[in-house]
Nanobody, 124 residues
Framework: QLQLVESGGGLVQPGGSLRLSCAASGITLWYYGIGWFRQTPGKEREGISCITSSSGTIKYADSVKGRFTVSRDNTKNTVYLQMNNLKPEDTAVYYC???WGPGATLYPTNYDYWGQGTQVTVSS
């Protein structure tokens, strides 16, 4: 059974960094595009980054471009989101999601599998 587990969230001061991990089990991540999303109460889930199965295409939302970096290690069945220069507005629950095939988008409706989320809080 496919399972995605996010980790690495926590409390960080503005300007700080965190690295989120999305570990997959039950699938070979090699064949899946991965998206990173975040959500705050009362708001829609926002796509912030995605990476195709081959890492050939990477996209970022404007809100995180230049600060966040997505990468994947298919040998470890894990995708990462390095978040630098964090701001209070980055506070949210962060989710990773997977879709089978060569594509990846910033639209949550395109994804079939989701992790449970990890909380990121940016506050002084």
């Amino acid at each position: 059974q496919l399972q995605l587990v996010e980790s690495g969230g926590g409390l960080v001061q503005p300007g700080g960094s965190l690295r989120l991990s999305c570990a997959a089990s039950g699938i070979t991540l090699w064949y899946y595009g991965i998206g990173w999303f975040r959500q705050t109460p009362g708001k829609e889930r926002e796509g912030i980054s995605c990476i195709t199965s081959s890492s050939g295409t990477i996209k970022y939302a404007d809100s995180v471009k230049g600060r966040f970096t997505v990468s994947r290690d298919n040998t470890k069945n894990t995708v990462y989101l390095q978040m630098n220069n964090l701001k209070p507005e980055d506070t949210a629950v962060y989710y990773c999601a997977a879709v089978w095939g060569p594509g990846a988008t910033l639209y949550p409706t395109n994804y079939d599998y989701w992790g449970q989320g990890t909380q990121v809080t940016v506050s002084s």
